[in-house]
T-cell receptor, first 113, second 117 residues
Framework: DGGITQSPKYLFRKEGQNVTLSCEQNLNHDAMYWYRQDPGQGLRLIYYSQIVNDFQKGDIAEGYSVSREKKESFPLTVTSAQKNPTAFYLC????????????FGAGTRLSVL | AQSVTQLDSHVSVSEGTPVLLRCNYSSSYSPSLFWYVQHPNKGLQLLLKYTSAATLVKGINGFEAEFKKSETSFHLTKPSAHMSDAAEYFCVVSGFAGGTSYGKLTFGQGTILTVHP
């Protein structure tokens, strides 16, 4: 089954804790993206990666970090510096940065305890 | 710069009646336009895309959209709503700026479609 897998589906963070959201794709896509979704605000871009070992900040990168050590994996860490982390996080991929029809995972809902 | 405005945050229709979800965009260059659908607690699924070919674009599940450059609009329609169409719909614009290779997606704020029996 080809697609994008995000885990976990639900995640809880304690104050001062870093948490990591997983995103794996088997579509052989070069480009990957992380979005944050808040009610009534659409999707906002956190980070994107064009290729392995390369990534760029999006519109709301503060308090987040990413890595791209393998083509199929693009984990997102929500750090303790992110003061309002409660949101629905969506990972996406596209064949390249230019061929940007993006395919989305099912999302991870992060809440603060 | 590019932006997207979805003119209705909520639309309510009866099953079997037409659906119209409105979207206006602005872009400094020839854009690509998309409609995505999201069911509760799910990821986004591509409904249809416009990439400068035919101005009337047909998508999945009976949806279609018409690109009108003069009105900078890309409204989504369906002749007859089904209960399973109840979801949130996002209009999205993509374009290249300043010689970059990144076709950044800009999302509208979403329209929640409710379908009544």
């Amino acid at each position: 089954d080809g697609g994008i897998t995000q885990s976990p589906k639900y995640l809880f963070r304690k104050e001062g804790q870093n948490v990591t959201l997983s995103c794996e794709q088997n579509l052989n896509h070069d480009a990957m993206y992380w979005y944050r979704q808040d009610p009534g605000q659409g999707l906002r871009l956190i980070y994107y990666s064009q290729i392995v070992n390369d990534f760029q900040k999006g519109d709301i990168a503060e308090g987040y970090s990413v890595s791209r050590e393998k083509k199929e994996s693009f984990p997102l860490t929500v750090t303790s510096a992110q003061k309002n982390p409660t949101a629905f996080y969506l990972c996406a991929s596209s064949p390249t940065l230019a061929k940007n029809i993006q395919y989305f995972g099912a999302g991870t809902r992060l809440s603060v305890l | 710069a590019q932006s997207v405005t979805q003119l209705d945050s909520h639309v309510s229709v009866s099953e079997g009646t037409p659906v119209l979800l409105r979207c206006n965009y602005s872009s400094s260059y020839s854009p690509s336009l998309f409609w995505y659908v999201q069911h509760p607690n799910k990821g986004l699924q591509l409904l249809l895309k416009y990439t400068s070919a035919a101005t009337l674009v047909k998508g999945i599940n009976g949806f279609e959209a018409e690109f009108k450059k003069s009105e900078t609009s890309f409204h989504l329609t369906k002749p007859s709503a089904h209960m399973s169409d109840a979801a949130e719909y996002f209009c999205v614009v993509s374009g290249f700026a300043g010689g970059t290779s990144y076709g950044k997606l800009t999302f509208g704020q979403g329209t929640i479609l409710t379908v009544h029996p």
